[in-house]
């Protein structure tokens, strides 16, 4: 077994600048009750204008005025992790938050599926790097010694126990997951890397520290297992992003909405699944929820094809109040069944299979604006077709080849009767009884028509098709 | 003596001899020095489309340059009036596309297209798609259609269309390597346009107003005798 640790040192600010569109101005963010507030965590550009985490709010103004702040929200930084632990479970089967803001996986079984490590490591750091998260990978033979090691290493690679052991030996103590007061007392007893702790009898380190500081040297040689609970991914995909703002136009929220359909494919891609149908939900002030509702015709989980058609569905929303909340809630997943290529496609320009194009239009032009064309089984012209797909009927009788929504009232004087009268009569069963005498028609001008007259009126012809 | 033929040009400009005034009228020019000189601007040979596919009719198909419609191009077929035979003209190359797998869409058609009619000639209904569309919202998905090259045939009805648009089709159905067809007004035969093909129809006579590839015929095509074929 070989386990990757992936460490997030910055977590909770990578998780607000994702949603920020200006990752690069001062930011800070706070923590602690009203009274006292404090800098939780600060991103370089307000480390360099002097702020520095801990710092009191209060000093942190005295020192500048132009940074920009936001809440440290615990609550966030469980929705992130969860979001890693799911991105992260596209990769291995084994994954876990057994550390806070730090993902353990087992990476040795997927190595015959991903190539070698450096191909792996260098996949999995762009796919955190396009989320948006700074991270430090190292890998080890068990995951306590990979954690430890993410402490001070970057891109560290250990497989065998003895350059484990070599890794080890020379880490400080601070570093090596003891508890505080277990660290101090091992660097006052001049014990200061773990070479000298493991130089020490283990009964006199049991009598004088208590039992997690076995278990954990037990656990970072890989003598004692660690229990791991894994993580197992969600049935519903629901996240919300809450804006700084009250936004009043579509174009600020397409920000937050690429962050929400981005997150949704790599959910979508870490379950091996796809999306059906899916809403919008746009908060407002005292009013309730505007809803985008989005169908797709068949499972898809592609991340710019999903922002596109969400787009052109906002688009076509009035906002009814300002949005101060964008939240994205899809609970029908639906297996996804990649579309089958041809290997030597004849189109090699094809830049946009059908069913994107379809979803694209449907997106813009309404859900029923792309249909097909059918037979159907009834003598009555009006209820001859259907927009559904269904076997092809036999050929019947001479019809025109367009077909008037309504019947029109022919008054030309010079009509030419070239066929007919055909009697179409049915419908008595249900209620819409047609009985007519159709004939095929032609103008002066030389158009033909396909013209009827009821069954005992005397009215003018009615126009009802064209020849086309 | 200079015989050059007088061969004509797609824009239709005929070749010219402009000698230079140095020379006295009566020198004998050598026609490869006159040729490097570049004095005299020498009409092309046809240069056929590069594709072109049959339009069904073989009276149209030997009318036109290329032996059919312009392959990856804009065709407009300029009607007077409905039902003087102006889908009987596409049906057999839409027939061909759809039987042949090809998915042909319709957009913003001003008629319900009957089924029986288009199954009668040859057309299969499966690969046949309908977007109701109307205005500027036409223009877009033909647009969207012609440029995803996913389709075989687009054909379009635009009610009003600039020449701003039609260009825009024109170069979606270049990008696509699709076969677009828009139907307009026979009133438009007056406007300019980019479309490769342009056609005018009505009751007696199909006339080639534009054709890229070589000159317009002038005679024009008897349209009872072209679209007998569709038997109605």
Partial sequence: ML???????????????????????????????????????????????????????????????????????????????????????GFSSQVSLHYPRCLLMEVHSCLSLFGPWPRFEARLREELSALGFRHRITVAPNPAAARILANVHNGLVITDADALRQALDRLPVQHLGFSREAATAFSRMGLRNLARILA??????????????????????GIRPLALDFHRPPDVFEQRIEL????????????????LTADLAAYLA???????????????????????????LRAERDASMLFELTRDRLEQLQLPAPVLAVRLAARDLPRFAPERRQLFDERPQQSLPWEQLRERLRARLGDEA?????????????????????????????????????????REASLHILAGPERIESGWWDGDDVRRDYYVIQTRSGQRGWAFRELGSQGPLMLHGWFA | MIRLDRTQSRTGYCSSIQLNKNLPMSAVVALDRLLDSRHVWRGQAISSPSSTQSTGHTELDSALPGGGWPGSALSEILVAT??????????????????????????????????????????????????????????????????????????????????????????????????????????????????????????????????????????????????AGGGH
């Avoid at chain 1, 006199?204 to 278990?215: G, N, Q, T």
């Avoid at chain 1, 159907?376 to 259907?386: G, I, Q």
């Avoid at chain 2, 009957?114 to 223009?139: E, F």
């Fill in chain 1, 200 to 221: 020490q009898p283990r009964d006199s380190l049991s009598r004088r520290f208590p039992a997690e500081v076995l278990v954990q040297l037990d656990r970072l040689l």
């Fill in chain 1, 3 to 89: 386990w990757a640790c992936i460490l997030f040192p910055q977590l909770a600010m990578d998780g607000v600048l994702r949603h920020r569109a200006d990752a690069d101005s001062p930011l800070a963010l706070l923590a602690g009750p009203a009274q006292r507030r404090v800098l939780q965590a600060v991103n370089p550009a307000a480390r360099a204008i002097g702020l520095r985490p801990g710092q009191s709010l209060i000093a942190a103004q005295a020192l500048s005025q132009d940074f920009a702040t936001a809440d440290y929200n615990p609550v966030e930084i469980e929705h992130w992790q969860q979001l890693l632990a799911a991105c992260a479970y």
């Fill in chain 1, 370 to 410: 792309v249909h097909g064309l059918s037979a159907c089984a009834d003598h009555r012209p009006e209820r001859a077709w259907s927009t559904q797909s269904s076997i092809p009927q036999p050929i019947s009788p001479l019809r025109p080849g367009w077909l008037l929504a309504q019947p029109q009232p022919l």
């Fill in chain 1, 244 to 259: 700084n703002f009250d936004v009043k136009s579509h174009q600020a929220l397409l920000f937050p909405l690429r962050r």
């Fill in chain 2, 82 to 227: 409905s039902g003087i035979g102006e889908l009987r003209l596409l049906w057999p190359t839409l027939a061909r596309l759809t039987s042949a797998g090809e998915r042909v869409v319709l957009v913003g058609t001003p008629h319900i297209p009957c089924p029986q009619a288009w199954l009668a000639a040859g057309v299969d209904l499966r690969q046949l798609m309908i977007v109701r569309a109307t205005g500027r919202d036409a223009l877009w998905a033909t647009e969207q259609c012609l440029r995803s090259g996913s389709c075989g045939a687009v054909v379009c009805w635009p009610m009003q269309a600039d020449d701003r648009a039609l260009r825009r089709l024109q170069v979606a159905a270049e990008t696509g390597k699709t076969l677009a067809f828009a139907y307009r007004p026979l009133d438009e035969a007056v406007n300019a346009s980019p479309a490769a093909l342009r056609l005018t129809l009505d009751a007696r006579e199909l006339r080639i107003l534009k054709c890229r590839g070589g000159l317009a015929p002038a005679r024009p095509i008897a349209t009872p005798a072209l679209v």
């Fill in chain 1, 270 to 296: 870490g379950r091996d699944s796809g999306v059906q149908r899916f809403v919008l939900h746009l908060e407002h002030r005292a009013m309730a929820d505007s809803q985008v509702q989005v169908g797709l």
